[in-house]
């Protein structure tokens, strides 16, 4: 399930912009509209209406993007033209079997490269404060790398840039990965 999409500098969006699923529980008028996995409480339907030429055909190119993305589909990740800057920055939070998890990349588009991806569980305290456990960081920009497999942290130093982790290295070999790549793409697969 989907609970939010950020975008910056990708198509018509030259800042950061958000479409968030997650509901808020203070407002009581349509209840039905809302599903409630583990104390998430997300929408089960949206509406995106404005007058023409707003961005909402980029938004759902924006979906399909990330979907290629994650799926390691032939996709075309084009920044915004008046911009001036080639890294496209996009992240995706889901629910998948029971738990919470956020996405992040950055693509320079100039250079064809993934420079930076982020793989996170998101998780609650009794207070349902929310904090984010990184199981795979990969920045290439800032040198960080992060992962509880120490191969896995060495192989991400020297693997190609022009895809992402979870297609460039064998996830039989390295556990760790294999979860992270059965999440995203069971997700992703779902997305219409």
């Known amino acids: 399930m989907l609970l939010s999409l950020r975008l910056n500098n990708f198509m018509i969006y030259n800042q950061e912009v958000e479409f968030s699923m997650k509901a808020n529980m203070h407002y009581k ?3 039905t509209n809302v599903a ?29 993007m990330m979907k290629s993305v994650m799926l390691n589909r032939k996709t075309k990740i084009v920044p915004n033209l ?9 992240s995706i939070s889901f629910l998948e079997d029971g738990g919470e998890y956020r996405f992040e990349i950055r693509y320079d588009a100039a250079h064809e490269e993934y420079i930076y991806e ?5 998780l609650y305290d009794r207070y349902k404060n929310a904090t984010q456990k990184t199981l795979l960081l ?20 020297v693997a190609s840039r022009n895809n ?3 297609y460039l290295l064998d996830t039989e070999s ?6 992270i ?3 995203i793409t069971a997700f992703a697969s779902r997305i219409d």
Do not use: Q
């Not at 982020?118 to 998101?122: G, I, L």
């Not at 390295?174 to 979860?179: D, I």
């Open 181 to 183: 790549k059965e999440t």
């Open 164 to 166: 992402l982790l979870i």
């Open 29 to 31: 008028r349509f209840p």
């Open 36 to 64: 409630s996995v583990r104390n998430i409480h997300a929408l089960k339907t949206a509406v995106l209406f404005g007058p023409n030429n707003t961005g909402k055909t980029n938004f759902v190119r924006a979906i399909a």
């Open 174 to 179: 390295f556990p760790e990965l294999r979860r």
């Open 138 to 157: 990969r920045d290439i920009k800032n040198k960080e790398y992060v992962a509880e497999d120490e191969l896995l942290v060495a192989a991400m130093k």
């Open 82 to 90: 008046f911009s001036g800057n080639d890294v496209v920055e996009a």
């Open 118 to 122: 982020r793989f996170a569980e998101v």
